[in-house]
C-alpha cells in the first residue's frame, strides 16, 4: 500500500494526481463519442494543432497562459473545421490534414523563434510536475462544464450520432451538434495537454473506449466502462513513472497500449473458446 501512497506525499505531486483524475475521466467520456464517431483522425491532428497557441501564450504571457493558449487554437481549429466541412466537394478527413498539418507548422515556427530555455518536449510530452494550482482550477472548470454537456445532451449525440436524419426529424440540430463536439474535443485535448502533451493526447482519447468496446456494445456502458480504465491507465502510470523515474506522459501512453493489447487477447481468447464450445454442441447434435 506504502508503494501505492508514495508518489503523491508532496504538494505538487498532489496537483498532478488531480489533473490524473480529471484527464482520467473526461478522455473517455468524449473519446466514446470521437471513437463511435469515427474522428480518431482529428483528435490525433487536433492535439498536435494546439501546439500554436501554445507557444504563442507562453512567449506573450508565460507559462501561466498556456492552457488558455492552447484552448483558444483548440477552438479556432474546431471552428475552421466546421466552417469548411459544409462544403461538400472537400472530404471530412482533407479538410483536417489541410488545418491540422498547418497549424502544427504555424506552432513548430512560433517555438522556434522563442528565446527560452524551456524544451520543446515540455510541450510535446507533457509537464504533469509542473502544474500548479491555477492549471488544476482550469482543468477543473473546463473538465466541469464538459461532463455536464455530455450529460444533459447525451441522447440528443446519441441520436445525432446513429441516426443522424431521425435526430433532425425529432428537432435536433445536428449541425450545431457536430459543432459543439468539436469544442469539446478542443476543450478534453487542453486538459489532456499538461498530462501527455500535444503528441501522445490521442491515446487516452482513444485507448480506453477502444479497450472498453472490446467488451461492451451499449454507450452507456462504454463510457462508464472507459472511465474506469482511463483512471486506471493515468493513475497506474503516474505511479510507475514515480518509482521507475520515468517521465509520466510517455509512461501512461505506454500503459494504455498495454492495457489495450492484453484485453484485446483476453477478448480474443474468449471468443474463440465460445465459438470452440458452440461448434461442440452443434456437432453433437
Given at each position: 500500500m506504502q508503494w501505492l501512497l508514495d508518489p503523491f506525499q508532496s504538494d505538487f505531486s498532489q496537483?498532478?494526481?488531480?489533473?490524473?483524475?480529471?484527464?482520467?475521466?473526461?478522455?473517455?467520456?468524449?473519446?466514446?463519442?470521437?471513437?463511435?464517431?469515427?474522428?480518431?483522425?482529428?483528435?490525433?491532428?487536433?492535439?498536435?494543432?494546439?501546439?500554436?497557441?501554445?507557444?504563442?501564450?507562453?512567449?506573450?504571457?508565460?507559462?501561466?497562459?498556456?492552457?488558455?493558449?492552447?484552448?483558444?487554437?483548440?477552438?479556432?481549429m474546431a471552428v475552421v473545421i466546421h466552417y469548411l466541412s459544409q462544403n461538400r466537394r472537400l472530404a471530412h478527413d482533407s479538410i483536417i490534414a489541410v488545418v491540422g498539418s498547418g497549424m502544427f507548422a504555424f506552432g513548430v515556427l512560433a517555438l522556434n523563434k522563442i528565446e527560452t530555455s524551456v524544451s520543446l518536449s515540455h510541450f510535446l510530452?507533457?509537464?504533469?510536475?509542473?502544474?500548479?494550482?491555477?492549471?488544476?482550477?482550469?482543468?477543473?472548470?473546463?473538465?466541469?462544464?464538459?461532463?455536464?454537456?455530455?450529460w444533459l445532451r447525451f441522447d440528443?449525440?446519441?441520436?445525432?450520432t446513429f441516426d443522424r436524419d431521425h435526430a433532425t426529424?425529432?428537432?435536433?440540430?445536428?449541425?450545431?451538434l457536430d459543432a459543439a463536439l468539436l469544442i469539446l474535443l478542443a476543450i478534453c485535448v487542453v486538459v489532456c495537454l499538461s498530462t501527455v502533451g500535444t503528441v501522445l493526447t490521442v491515446s487516452l482519447l482513444i485507448t480506453p473506449t477502444s479497450t472498453a468496446r472490446l467488451f461492451f456494445n451499449t454507450v452507456s456502458t462504454i463510457t462508464k466502462a472507459s472511465i474506469a480504465i482511463g483512471l486506471i491507465e493515468v493513475l497506474g502510470g503516474f505511479i510507475v513513472a514515480y518509482h521507475a523515474d520515468l517521465p509520466p506522459g510517455?509512461?501512461?501512453?505506454?500503459?494504455?497500449?498495454?492495457?489495450?493489447?492484453?484485453a484485446y487477447v483476453i477478448q480474443y481468447a474468449t471468443s474463440e473458446r465460445t465459438y470452440i464450445q458452440h461448434s461442440h454442441k452443434h456437432e453433437h447434435h
Open positions: 496537483r498532478a494526481a488531480l489533473v490524473c483524475v480529471m484527464v482520467g475521466i473526461l478522455s473517455p467520456v468524449v473519446g466514446t463519442w470521437i471513437s463511435l464517431r469515427r474522428l480518431s483522425y482529428l483528435g490525433d491532428s487536433m492535439s498536435h494543432s494546439l501546439l500554436g497557441g501554445v507557444a504563442l501564450a507562453f512567449a506573450w504571457f508565460g507559462t501561466n497562459a498556456i492552457l488558455l493558449g492552447a484552448l483558444i487554437a483548440g477552438i479556432f510530452f507533457g509537464q504533469l510536475l509542473t502544474v500548479n494550482s491555477l492549471d488544476v482550477w482550469i482543468t477543473a472548470a473546463l473538465t466541469i462544464c464538459s461532463l455536464i454537456f455530455v440528443d449525440l446519441k441520436f445525432s426529424q425529432v428537432g435536433i440540430n445536428v449541425q450545431k510517455p509512461t501512461i501512453t505506454l500503459g494504455t497500449t498495454v492495457i489495450f493489447i492484453v
